[in-house]
């Protein structure tokens, strides 16, 4: 029933990637030291965005593509060889510099607590400025809603 489950949810979130839904991942799992996620070069309690799910002809394992929106993770792990991630990678790369990094299926649900699916509606609109971030939580950030009608 749980490999069904699994299957099911993988199978899901590949549709949501090839639609371009924005899908989150969150750490935070309890039980997990902070101690650990710092060993395995993950932040804990942290956001990362999932950019895309693979499995390989020749490995029965499946990967999970993330990036670390800091571009602060140096996760890397051994069942990932250099063949492995080469392949992988022509699914879709993996670029350091971004923060992106793949991990193993068993890893990824042994790290992260959630995985949260934006909703989305055509009729808005976001507008970004890119490396645009603030040193605390508390201070503001300028946005903008504009409402354009038909």
């Not at 895309?52 to 929106?69: I, Y």
């Not at 051994?78 to 923060?99: F, M």
Request: one cysteine or more; glycine letters at 4%.
């Amino acid at each position: 029933m749980l490999s069904k489950l699994i299957f099911s949810l993988i199978k899901n979130i590949n549709i949501f990637v090839s639609v371009s839904l924005l899908i989150g991942a969150s750490t935070g799992v309890p039980g997990i030291t902070a101690e650990e996620y710092t060993r395995v070069h993950i932040h804990g309690n942290h956001a990362y965005s999932l950019l895309a799910v693979a499995t390989l002809s020749t490995d029965p394992h499946r990967f999970v593509l993330v990036r670390d929106p800091h571009s602060h993770s140096k996760y890397s792990e051994d069942s990932i060889t250099p063949k492995i991630l080469e392949e992988l990678n022509k699914e879709k790369s993996a670029k350091r510099s971004t923060g992106s990094f793949w991990i193993s299926w068993s890893m990824f649900i042994r790290y992260f607590s959630s995985v949260t699916i934006s909703t989305y509606k055509s009729d808005y609109f976001d507008i970004r400025e890119c490396g645009k971030f603030t040193r605390s939580a508390t201070d503001p950030v300028t946005s903008y809603r504009i409402h354009v009608p038909k």
